[in-house]
Every structure is written in structure tokens, then in C-alpha cells.
């Protein structure tokens, strides 16, 4: 992929905006667009090319957003189709995109598609869901007579039965968020003219929630299949029957078709894909088959639990370098990568990967950065990342927002887990890490609200916040200007081939980037120990500093933390 013909996205870092928490305008204790727009020149001066916002749609906020009862306005929670206008505007002009998020696996149970759905097996929507009957023999209603038994990503079954029609629809998520039926044209052609008519108004493309499971292993007469049971609950897994589902390509394929050809400008779309494979994700980011540009992909994320991410474990470094070098050589010819430690969905990086104590957490953040920004791929950042953010540190269930955290505490404790345990799974990997409010200053409630925040700030803010870093050269903040603008300066760090090296040190963590004659040498300390540079790389003795975490010291060896980014001589 030559230089002068790659996309745009390759020399691109993305930042993800969750808007209830980066910052409120009104001061209801909830971010907005307005708040929003109050912190454009932050993202200018971080040096960003794109934002993902994710979903400010109207919603009853079952999932703070991601149940979407219209998909063509502004929650008033958020602000208005005016101020929507005036974002767009705001962020072009500083030379930055936007990428809504896209849900449209489901949608709210409050949608008036599913209003109309739900209002008699004679709908002329009724199709626009998965509507089953009871089990065979079995009555509507009663223990184990949903029509599969697949567990839902948010505790307890799939299926919620309507009283009134005597059938089940389908959530994999929360029962406020049903199913659509990709099976049926009308919800296909529905979605893309919504699609249509955002990227009009000026959107630069779209993250797609979970867009993998929108193709369902159905049968000629309509049978969805039982998956393998899981252990420990009555329900079983029912993945094998939606993700990358058996039409999946062509959904993705069509999409791509009524939507995105023939557009003018180049737009971003890019697959949320939980379980995706390498050899996968080589189909769905191919540029000849026309489907997504990248995917967000979770293996690297799931090296520090066993059965689920509530039961978490040490994460071995040797593990990650498989997993991300594996990734690194399988879409090395065809296809792109996303780099992300950290989003909406996942804990906070430095206090996951890193070490959050207050004598590595700056060195191991920019360390974790390091690491990040220099593989082949667009990295994100999620808000709050470019200052070192960390987990929250929470005592209490009474402190928790997210639906899957509460979920998983009840349905826990109701199976005999011991509630301190739960506490403590909930503590460390809990969603709600990444939603506290951003922190932007050390006044009360970080400079994010006038009111009462929708979930607590971090009581470190007073030490830890983005107007402190702002103006110091050794912050974490500043490391991530440097590390955008080499992305964008240097054609080897955004197309550079990929090599990794030392794949068994479980301390550091080494590669190379090369591209036409330069290459970089990435060597970095993910531990709290000294490590022998010189016994390990000793061509990185020598080698030009292109750019380091920690003030420059003895160049045989690195200290705790420490990563930089050479040119070897």
C-alpha cells in the first residue's frame, strides 16, 4: 500500500466521545452537545482526525443510549439537531471528522417500529423481529419455554414474552432492546436511508454497534437452534447462531452498496465485532469486497478473565504479543487493524494493562500508548486516555449505573456467588470505569457539571486532570500530542510493516516498523523492573531517540515503564 494511495484512516487517530460523561452545558449532572462543543479546541490541540460519538439518538437510556427509539433526532437529554448541526460544522473546521455510532442490530423497545411490531401477530412489523411461539409442548410462559436457550450478553435469557400475543421476542442484550430481523428487506432498506440521510447531513461515516450479529443462523422454516449450555446457569451460549452469521458478507455487502458507493468523499466505517477471527476480519476489511474499512476486534481483551470477564486473572504479556502480533501479520496485505486498549465497553487502560499506583501511573500510560500508537493500524483514544485516567475506585453496589454490572450482581448472588466477590469482579471490570465523568480540572466535580454528576467523578481529579497536564511537557497529555503527530509525519509508523520481536519476554515488549528503506525500533518496558537493554536488543544501544516516555538516562537498560521509540544507526 503505497504512501501517496492509502486512505486517509491510515495516517488517522480516532477519539470516542461518550457524551453523558465527557461534559454538561446545562448543568443536569449529564454531558451534551453543548458541553461538547465547549471542549472542541482540547481535541484540536490533542491533534485528532476524527471523533466517534457515541449514540446521543433518543433513548429511555436502558443502556445510556444504546437502545434507540428514533433514529433520526437528538435526545433532548443531549441537546438538538441544531446543536448536531453546529458540531458537525465546529469539527470540520478545525479539520476534524465525524463518525456517529450506528445500533442497528436493535433498537429500543420503545421504537415505533416495535411499537408497531409488538401491537398484534397481524403487523404488517410484526416480521420486522424475531417473534417465535413458546417450545413445542410446552405454555408460554413457563420455565424453559423460550424458543432457544440462549443467554443473553446481559444476564438471564434472550426471550421476553409478550403477555398479550402469547410469543417471545428476541434481545441478545436488555429486553428493552429487541432484535431486528435483517432477514426482512423493508428493515434493510429502512436502515440505509437513515444511513443516508446522517451521512447528508454531514456525518463522515459510522462505527456499527455489534454489526456482526445481525445475521442469524435461521432455518428454511424459521428455527433458531439451541447452543451448547454454560456452566453454572440454566441458559445456553447461542453464538454459533449470531456472529458472522451465515449472510452476514452480503448484508455488509449491500450496505456498503446503497449507502457509501458512489459518494464523493471517502467516508469511515468501521465493524464492531465480538468474536471475530483474523481470518475474518481479512473478508470484512478486504477493499475488494466492499463491506467495512476496519474492525474493532476483542481477543486482546480477553487474555485477563477465564469463562467471562467477571472472572478475571493475570494478564501474561506473551499472550497479548500473540494475539496482537497475530493480528499485525494477518492484515498485513489485505485488510487494516483498530488499536484501542480502552473504550466505552472496557475498564480504563492504566489501571487494566498499566499500574495505577502513583508511582508508575504516568510512565506506565504513556508506555501503554507508546506501545499502542506505534502498530500498524488507527489507534484510538477514548476520553480521558490522553490524561491517564484510571478505575474508579468503588466501595458499594449502590455506586454502579451500568445494567450489565447490575445484572451480573443479582443473577450472581441469586446463583450463591459470595456478594464480596461479585463486588470485587464488578470493582475491576465494570463498564462504569469508563463512563465516570471526564476530568478536566480539580474543582469540585472536575470541572464536568455545575450540578450533581449522573455517576460519581473520580476522587483523583484534583490531581490528575487534563487543565494540570495541559501545560506540562512531561504529561500524559503531551506524550499523546507527540505520538499523534509522528503518526502523521512519519509514513513508516502509519504504513510501515510489522515485526515483532523478543515473543517470549514477559517484560518487554519489542518490535519493529520498516516502510522503503526506514525503519523504527519500539522497545518497551510493560513492568515495574529495570530490564538489560543491551543484553536484549543491543542495537538499541546505539540508535537514535525518536521519541521517549521518561528523560533520557542510560541507554543500556530500561527503567520501569519506560518505552521509546529509536532509529537504529
Known amino acids: 500500500m503505497p504512501a501517496d494511495d492509502s486512505p486517509w484512516w491510515t495516517r488517522a487517530v480516532v477519539y470516542q466521545v461518550y457524551p453523558r460523561s465527557f461534559q454538561d452545558s446545562d448543568g443536569d449532572g449529564i454531558g451534551d452537545l453543548g458541553g461538547i462543543l465547549q471542549r472542541l ?6 491533534g485528532v482526525d476524527v471523533v466517534w460519538l457515541s449514540p446521543v439518538y433518543p433513548s429511555p437510556q436502558a443502556d445510556n443510549g444504546y437502545d434507540i427509539s428514533d433514529y433520526e433526532g437528538i435526545d433532548p437529554l443531549f441537546g438538538t439537531l441544531g446543536q448536531f448541526d453546529e458540531l458537525v ?9 465525524l463518525v ?9 423497545d420503545e421504537h415505533p417500529w416495535f411499537v408497531e411490531s409488538r401491537s398484534s401477530p397481524d403487523s404488517p412489523r410484526r416480521d420486522w423481529y424475531w417473534w417465535r411461539p413458546p417450545r413445542p409442548g410446552m405454555a408460554a410462559g413457563a420455565p424453559g419455554a423460550e424458543p432457544t436457550n440462549w443467554h443473553s450478553f446481559f444476564s438471564g435469557p434472550t426471550w421476553t414474552l409478550d403477555e398479550a ?3 417471545y421476542y428476541l434481545h441478545l442484550f436488555a429486553r428493552k432492546q429487541p432484535d431486528l430481523n435483517w432477514e426482512n428487506p423493508e428493515v434493510r432498506q429502512a436502515v440505509y436511508a437513515m444511513m443516508r440521510r446522517w451521512l447528508d447531513r454531514g456525518v463522515d461515516g459510522f462505527r456499527m454497534d455489534v454489526i456482526n450479529m445481525i445475521s442469524k443462523d435461521v432455518g428454511p422454516d424459521g428455527a433458531l437452534h ?16 449470531f456472529l458472522c452469521g451465515p449472510r452476514i458478507h452480503e448484508f455488509l455487502q449491500e ?8 459518494r464523493p468523499d471517502r467516508l469511515l466505517t468501521v465493524g464492531e465485532m465480538p468474536g471475530v477471527t483474523v481470518e475474518q476480519a481479512r473478508l470484512f476489511t478486504d477493499p475488494a469486497r466492499a463491506e467495512v474499512d476496519m474492525v474493532f476486534q476483542f481477543e486482546h481483551v480477553g487474555l485477563d478473565f477465564d469463562e467471562s470477564k467477571w472472572h478475571p486473572r493475570p494478564l501474561r504479556m506473551r499472550d497479548l504479543k500473540a494475539s496482537l502480533g497475530r493480528w499485525q501479520a494477518g492484515l498485513a496485505d489485505v485488510g487494516w487493524n483498530s488499536l484501542y486498549w480502552d473504550n466505552h465497553d472496557q475498564p480504563r487502560a492504566v489501571s487494566r494493562f498499566g499500574d495505577d499506583s502513583p508511582r508508575f501511573r504516568r510512565d506506565s500510560a504513556t508506555c501503554l500508548a507508546t506501545l499502542l500508537h506505534l502498530h500498524r493500524g488507527t489507534p484510538y483514544v477514548y476520553q480521558g486516555e ?6 474508579f475506585p468503588f466501595t458499594a453496589l449502590e455506586q454502579f449505573r451500568d445494567v450489565e454490572s ?14 464480596a466477590g461479585v463486588l470485587a469482579a464488578l470493582r475491576r471490570m465494570s463498564r462504569d470505569n469508563a463512563r465516570t465523568p471526564v476530568q478536566w480540572d480539580a474543582s469540585p466535580h472536575a470541572g464536568f457539571t455545575t450540578g450533581t454528576p449522573w455517576i460519581a467523578v473520580n476522587p483523583d481529579h484534583t490531581e490528575w486532570n487534563a487543565q494540570t497536564q495541559r501545560t506540562d511537557p512531561a504529561s500524559v497529555f503531551a506524550h499523546h500530542r507527540r505520538l499523534i503527530a509522528l503518526r502523521h509525519d512519519l509514513p513508516v509508523v502509519a504504513l510501515g510493516d510489522f515485526t515483532m520481536l523478543l515473543p517470549e519476554h514477559d517484560e518487554v515488549y519489542a518490535f519493529t516498523r520498516s516502510l522503503e528503506g526506514d525503519t523504527l525500533l519500539v522497545v518497551c518496558n510493560v513492568s515495574g523492573s529495570v530490564q538489560d537493554l543491551a543484553a536484549l536488543l543491543p542495537e538499541a544501544v546505539d540508535a537514535e531517540v525518536v521519541l521517549g516516555n521518561l528523560p533520557e538516562d542510560d541507554p543500556a537498560v530500561l527503567r520501569p515503564w519506560e518505552a521509546r521509540v529509536l532509529r537504529p544507526s
Not at 479546541?41 to 490533542?46: E, I, K, R, V
Not at 447490575?406 to 456478594?419: E, I, R
Open 41 to 46: 479546541d482540547h481535541l484540536a490541540d490533542l
Open 89 to 97: 460544522a465546529g469539527l470540520h473546521a478545525r479539520g476534524i471528522r
Open 100 to 108: 456517529m455510532d450506528l445500533v442497528v442490530n436493535h433498537t429500543s
Open 165 to 167: 400475543s402469547g410469543e
Open 226 to 241: 439451541d447452543g451448547p449450555q454454560l456452566p453454572g446457569i440454566p441458559d445456553g451460549d447461542g453464538s454459533g447462531s
Open 255 to 262: 450496505m456498503h452498496r446503497e449507502v457509501f458507493t458512489g
Open 386 to 391: 490522553e490524561v491517564g485516567m484510571a478505575n
Open 406 to 419: 447490575l445484572n451480573h450482581h443479582v443473577q450472581a448472588v441469586a446463583h450463591g456467588a459470595d456478594p
